[in-house]
């Protein structure tokens, strides 16, 4: 996974852009993050890269209009729900089911 400096970034924030992270400043990146944001690859190869951004954006809008809060909509993103739930384990992807973002 390849990371790179934006200074166009908010700080202590990154953005995945199909494999790529962007950060402002990377020295708060650690293995926990890297890991969450190769679960979010996993996720976009599964959904063909395109169709992760148009179903993350879609299913924030649906969650913000249930929730009122821009905050608690990320978090209960089911992308964003799997790659927290499991980002502190290493060896999660190695086991992972196919589209386990939509699997309980
Ligand atoms: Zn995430």
Redesign the pocket.
């Given at each position: 996974m390849l990371i790179v400096r934006c200074p166009l970034i908010p700080r202590k924030f990154c953005v995945?852009l199909f494999g790529v992270v962007l950060a402002k400043d990377t020295s708060w990146i650690d293995a926990e993050i890297v890991n969450?944001?190769k679960?979010?690859l996993a996720q976009m190869r599964e959904t063909l890269f395109v169709g992760f951004y148009i179903l993350y954006v879609l299913e924030w809008l649906v969650r913000l209009l249930s929730t009122g809060d821009s905050f608690k909509a990320y978090r209960s993103i089911s992308?964003?729900r799997e790659?927290?739930g499991h980002s502190s384990d290493m060896d999660y992807l190695k086991k992972r089911c196919h589209f386990a973002q939509w699997r309980r």
């Open positions: 995945n969450h944001e679960i979010h992308f964003e790659a927290y």
